[in-house]
């Protein structure tokens, strides 16, 4: 088959969902298939190729003015007549099979190039992007519950967070927040299947979008690519990082959604003595070195890494907190820890279920005091930990071996042809 996959977000630099792109990529053409990338981004003024690892990723330049609101139009309702015309011109020219997009930007005008050039389209959703403007069920960062539905009147509490003090003067673009959301969820449904990464996000979809309810719905997850990492792990394992302690490790994005804050509460609490090591970067790293040096904490901020890098401080971690305070749908980082065998205490977020199966391949909590707890049982009990870690090893490889996921996206792809 001759597969175009679109996607917002491909390595080097990217996050979770641009190596989940990159495995279904390397996956497909292990099996044979040509596959071609193209990638809408804020990144390029031109349009370009670039290649990584053998693959051709034809980057479309997306202007989007760093204004809230207008950023987000010009990334949407702008973008989408212009992206479907060179994603069908692209689809014609290189007699493409199939067209599977992978995010937000990319999706809707894939699916509008992919049906006027007659070809048959799938769309994976890696997060919330179609029933939450936010792209996260967030509504206010101080509480425990998800915002219910998109209404007016919760759109109006969950602007007021983002836009500080300036919040009344967001209230007007509330309108166009729900047509935004209209639009994107009306162009998902008229994809010819809707690939949901985890179960909690299948049914999210069906209960929080009733246009996607129509369409066929599969749950496939995001893949890991095992024969990567255990080529890797021998030499990380060789090498550790500049760290002789054992330590707590946090990987991610340092944001409000990613619940930072609440690690540092959890680690005060479970009275921990070990460091508490923060692998990525993002708008509360500032904050939250200031709060771990408040609190005389020890801790360390490494930045962003390269993904081999986050790999061995996984490796050598005593365990892996994941304090995350929205919704995962399917966490890279879990998936990755997992594979890995690092024992996980994590919180428990939409489709972290899917990686994390409570007391046999990690620790799960709703609150900050379980949290705590979870974190001071594997840093206490050496034995747990080393048991949890080796099942959760067990059951990434059964679910999220990239082998089997990829079977499972090439059976699809030739039912729909």
Not at 189 to 204: F, G, K, N, P
Not at 211 to 221: C, K, M
Not at 296 to 314: C, K, N, Q, S
Not at 342 to 352: L, N, Q, S
């Amino acid at each position: 088959m001759r597969i175009l996959l679109t996607t917002d977000s491909f390595p080097p630099d990217c996050g979770g969902s641009g190596w989940s792109t990159y495995e279904v990529a390397q996956g497909l053409r292990s099996r044979g298939h040509a596959v071609s990338v193209l990638r809408p981004t804020p990144a390029t003024t031109e349009r370009r190729t670039r290649e990584y690892h053998g693959f051709a990723v034809d980057e479309i330049p997306v202007a989007a003015p760093n204004v809230p609101f207008v950023r987000n139009y010009f990334k949407n309702e702008h973008l989408y007549g212009p992206l479907a015309g060179v994603t069908r011109s692209v689809i014609e020219a290189d007699r493409v099979d199939i067209v599977h997009a992978q995010h937000v930007m990319s999706g809707p005008a894939s699916i509008a190039a992919a049906h006027a050039a007659g070809r048959p389209v799938v769309c994976t959703v890696r997060d919330y992007w179609p029933v939450c403007y936010w792209s996260d069920l967030i509504y206010d960062y101080s509480a425990s519950d998800l915002c219910p539905a998109c209404t007016p009147a919760m759109m109006s509490r969950c602007v007021r967070p983002r836009a500080g003090s300036l919040w009344p003067l967001a209230l007007p673009m509330i309108p166009y927040m729900r047509a935004n959301l209209a639009r994107k969820r009306l162009a998902l449904s008229e994809a010819d299947a809707i690939v949901a990464v985890s179960s909690t996000l299948a049914s999210d979809l069906r209960a929080r979008a009733p246009e996607v309810a129509r369409t066929r719905l599969e749950i496939i997850p995001n893949p890991i690519d095992f024969t990567a990492i255990d080529a890797e792990e021998p030499a990380l394992r060789r090498s550790p990082p500049p760290l002789t302690r054992r330590y707590v490790l946090y990987a991610g994005k340092l944001a409000p959604n990613k619940g930072g804050t609440k690690l540092l509460v959890a680690i005060r609490r479970a009275d921990l003595r070990m460091p508490v090591v923060f692998v990525g970067d993002g708008p509360d790293r500032a904050s939250l070195e200031a709060e771990a040096t408040s609190a005389g904490l020890d801790a360390l901020f490494t930045g962003w890494l390269p993904r081999e890098e986050v790999w061995r401080w996984m490796v050598h971690a005593g365990l892996l907190a994941f304090p995350s305070h929205g919704p995962e749908s399917l966490s890279r980082v879990l998936l990755e820890a997992s594979a890995l065998g690092v024992p996980i205490a994590a919180m428990d977020t939409g489709g972290t279920r899917d990686i994390i199966v409570p007391d046999r391949t990690g620790l799960l909590s709703r609150d900050i005091d379980g949290l705590a707890r979870d974190l001071s049982r594997l840093a206490n009990d050496p034995a747990l930990a080393a048991t949890l870690g080796e099942s959760a090893r067990r059951h990434a490889h059964e679910m999220f071996d990239a082998r089997i996921v990829v079977d499972r996206l090439e059976r699809l792809y030739r039912d729909l042809l």
